[in-house]
């Protein structure tokens, strides 16, 4: 490390995105460390202008930045969020859910995080249509990959106390989820976590029944992105989901959600996933203290409001925002 502030890009694309990580740039820079914030443009409304969805320097500026605070890009929202989490060189997409105490939750024992593979699966992008009417696509799974997102989600559970369930249908796919899950499970042998592995199918029904029987769930791809929306739904939304997309040497951090056009430039989008992402954001870079101070205070103010329109309440993000920075 040397003694320049770490440098953070700031990237709040569209809708909401613009809403929301304004307000958790704002905490950051409430809560303390000093960092070289550097804001770049990404998504449908720079592409209208520049006919490209992600300028190179917007790609440059993550690929350098320590951190990365991203919002959310609308129709584009491919075009930027996969090559962004490849400039980070992400393997890892990060995804805590949890019921908070003051939020009506569909399921209130809901507390656990999916560990999402994020390079590979159905996502690698081999899709092809070989004749007309008939497309293809090849899903891509390999034993590095495999090895890596499990090592991140033994390692995880372990510095928590927590165990690790393996999501996977190996029944079917025998080969490739085959090796995902002999990966992890010879991963898992080298730590001492309660490990099982679920079918994933059966793990949607059993999550919603019974999430409480869960900790951190080790996905492929496309099973982690599904599932962690389905999760989303047991606690009362997307307005409250963090996400961390993880590399060995940059992150990138953002709320689940979209770009909301349904109450886009209303003031009233729920900051609480960009603000907990931030609080991410700062754990990453080693400011565990600043990263449970803000998330600290977004439980007190999920728990006593004020709350935006999602959760029931009249705020506008810059009520529950002001709310937050009045906690810190
Ligand atoms: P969405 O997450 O934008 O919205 C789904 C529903 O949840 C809407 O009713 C919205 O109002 C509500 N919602 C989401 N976040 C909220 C918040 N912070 N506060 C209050 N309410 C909130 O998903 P949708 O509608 O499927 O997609 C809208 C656009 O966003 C699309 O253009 C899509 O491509 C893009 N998108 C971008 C993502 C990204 O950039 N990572 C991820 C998901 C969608
Ligand atoms: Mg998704």
Redo the contacts with the bound molecule.
């Keep these: 490390m040397t003694d320049d502030p770490e440098q953070i890009a700031v990237i709040p ?1 569209d ?3 613009r809403e ?1 990580t304004a307000a958790a740039r704002e905490v950051l820079e409430a809560v303390g460390p000093d960092f070289a914030f550097a804001e770049a443009e990404a998504g449908d409304a720079v592409k209208e202008r520049t006919g490209e969805a992600l300028p190179d320097e917007t790609r440059q500026l993550a690929a350098s930045a320590d951190a990365t605070l ?1 919002g ?4 584009t ?1 491919a075009d ?2 996969i090559p962004l989490r490849r400039a980070v060189e992400s393997f890892a997409n990060v995804r805590p859910v949890r019921a908070y105490p003051g939020v009506d939750a569909p399921n209130p024992d809901t507390d656990l995080v999916f560990v999402r593979e994020n390079t590979e699966g159905v996502y690698a992008g081999h899709e092809s249509e070989i004749a007309p009417g008939v497309t293809t696509l090849t899903r891509v799974v390999t034993e590095s990959a495999s090895e890596e997102i499990a090592r991140y989600g033994f390692e995880y559970a372990a510095e928590r106390g927590l165990g690790v369930t393996i999501a996977h249908k190996a029944n079917v796919m025998r080969t490739t989820d085959g090796l995902f899950l002999e990966t992890a499970r010879r991963v898992g042998e080298g730590y001492d976590v309660p490990t099982d592995d679920a079918l994933m199918d059966a793990l949607a029904m059993h999550l919603v029944q019974r999430p409480e029987d869960y900790d951190v769930v080790v996905c492929p791809n496309l099973a982690g992105d599904m599932l962690s929306d389905l999760a989303a739904g047991l606690v009362g ?3 409250l989901l963090p996400s961390a997309n993880v590399g060995e040497e940059r992150a990138l951090f ?10 886009a430039g209303e003031g ?4 609480s ?1 960009a603000i907990l992402s931030a609080a991410m954001l700062l754990e990453y870079l080693g400011y565990d203290d600043a990263g449970q101070r803000v998330r600290a205070a977004v439980e007190s103010v999920l728990a006593s409001g004020p709350h ?3 959760l029931g309440g009249d705020a506008t993000t810059s009520d529950v925002t002001e709310a937050v920075l009045a906690e810190l």
Excluded: C, Q, Y
Aim: aromatic share 2%; hydrophobic share 45%; proline share 12%.
């Design positions: 694309g809708g909401i995105g929301v991203f959310a890009a609308g129709e929202a930027v969020i939304g997307l307005g953002e709320p689940v959600h979209g770009t909301a056009p349904d109450i009233v989008a729920n900051p996933a935006t329109p999602d």
